[in-house]
Nanobody, 119 residues
Framework: QVQLVESGGGLVQAGGSLRLSCAAS????????MAWFRQAPGKERASVAR????????EYADSVKGRFTISRDNAKNTVYLQMNNLKPEDTAIYYC????????????WGQGTQVTVSS
């Protein structure tokens, strides 16, 4: 089992920045691939970014390219999401997810952290 705990959410004005963190514990070998998803009110959960264990493979949703950066520190079992130039449409609950392989299925999820961007 892998436990994921997100932090760093909050309220920020449009154009501002936030950095989300997701700390993994437990069987972290199963967290080879880590990802961020988000779910806005009334919308389905959507992928934001994902990163492989080595960090060499990274993908972003088109809506966040050039503004968000995903990174990880394997020594700390932590993945980060640096969010710059935030827009009101980025408002959502952000979830961390982990998988043992590069796929569209994630076995482990965090509880989520709220990000609210005011205009």
């Amino acid at each position: 089992q892998v436990q994921l705990v997100e932090s760093g959410g909050g309220l920020v004005q449009a154009g501002g920045s936030l950095r989300l963190s997701c700390a993994a514990s437990g069987r972290t070998v199963s967290a080879a691939v880590m990802a961020w998803f988000r779910q806005a009110p009334g919308k389905e959960r959507a992928s934001v970014a994902r990163i492989s264990w080595s960090g060499r493979n990274i993908e972003y949703a088109d809506s966040v390219k050039g503004r968000f950066t995903i990174s990880r520190d394997n020594a700390k079992n932590t993945v980060y999401l640096q969010m710059n130039n935030l827009k009101p449409e980025d408002t959502a609950i952000y979830y961390c997810a982990a998988s043992s392989r590069w796929s569209n299925e994630y076995s482990y999820w965090g509880q989520g952290t709220q990000v609210t961007v005011s205009s």
